[in-house]
């Protein structure tokens, strides 16, 4: 069945339609960001259509997710209209044995952060690629900044053993600005043992809007795998 198709793909759509199942009618929706949220998005917009679903309003992390919503027919919400957000589902760059994350591969972690924590039940949809033993050990860690803090904040990640790379724009000259008109630092750390500490110890350099680091937020991860040439999905938890 998989013969000639992209196997990460396919597993990225398949945990994304797991995620999407999960909705219910009523429900406000934290809608992440990326590849893999993508086709949750669609197949939440199908669900929709179908009559399936009603009710629901999404709130979106990006600018990315606002488009994708409209495109799929989801009505979207501001955090100034709702009270809570019943689900969010959202991707990863990096999942550890304990559901903590790095997220950010598409620097939208800053809303992405305060949409999912905010979600009674905050589901990660990733292909196995992303499990690791010890975060960091694969993903360099965003860290968005203040333009005009570039330089310090530069040298205080540095300090704490980081390599750094302001990220740059693909088919764009100079770096990667952010929804919210900032800049990305990517910054390598052999591993993160302590990601509680080190969520806050980023956190607290001035210029730091936000790192990538999601420690206690996930409650569920939905894993995409290929098992006798078929996509399947596994609950981290089962
Ligand atoms: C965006 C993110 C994405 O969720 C993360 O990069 C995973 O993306 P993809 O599903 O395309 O692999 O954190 O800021």
Not at 74 to 99: F, N, R, S, W, Y
Not at 196 to 213: D, H, K, M
């Amino acid at each position: 069945m998989t013969a000639g198709l992209d196997p990460v793909k396919l597993m990225k759509q398949q945990v994304g339609k797991v995620a999407a199942d999960r909705v219910q009618s009523g429900s406000i929706i934290g809608l992440g960001t990326g590849s893999t949220t993508a086709f949750a998005i669609q197949f939440i917009g199908d669900r929709l259509k179908s009559g399936e679903l009603q009710n629901i309003k999404g709130i979106p992390t990006s600018f990315q997710a606002s488009v994708l919503a409209k495109q799929h027919g989801i009505p979207l919400t501001t955090l100034d209209e709702v009270d809570l957000i019943d689900i969010a589902i959202d991707g990863a760059d990096e999942v550890d044995p304990q559901k903590n994350l790095i997220k950010g591969g598409g620097a939208a972690h800053t809303r992405e952060k305060i949409v999912d924590s905010l979600a009674k039940e905050f589901i990660v949809v990733v292909d196995k690629s992303k499990m690791v033993d010890t975060l960091g050990s694969t993903f360099p860690l965003p860290v968005e900044v203040l333009p005009m803090a570039i330089a310090p904040v530069t040298a205080a990640l540095q300090n704490l053993g980081g390599t750094v790379d302001l990220r740059m724009g693909v088919k764009k000259d100079g770096p990667v600005i952010t929804d919210q008109g900032n800049m990305v630092l990517d910054v390598k750390f052999d591993r993160i043992d302590d990601p509680v500490a080190f969520e806050q110890r980023v956190n607290n350099i001035p210029g730091v809007l936000e790192n990538g680091l999601f420690v206690n937020v996930a409650d569920i991860v939905l894993i995409g795998d290929i098992e006798n040439d078929q996509p399947i999905v596994r609950n981290m938890d089962a």
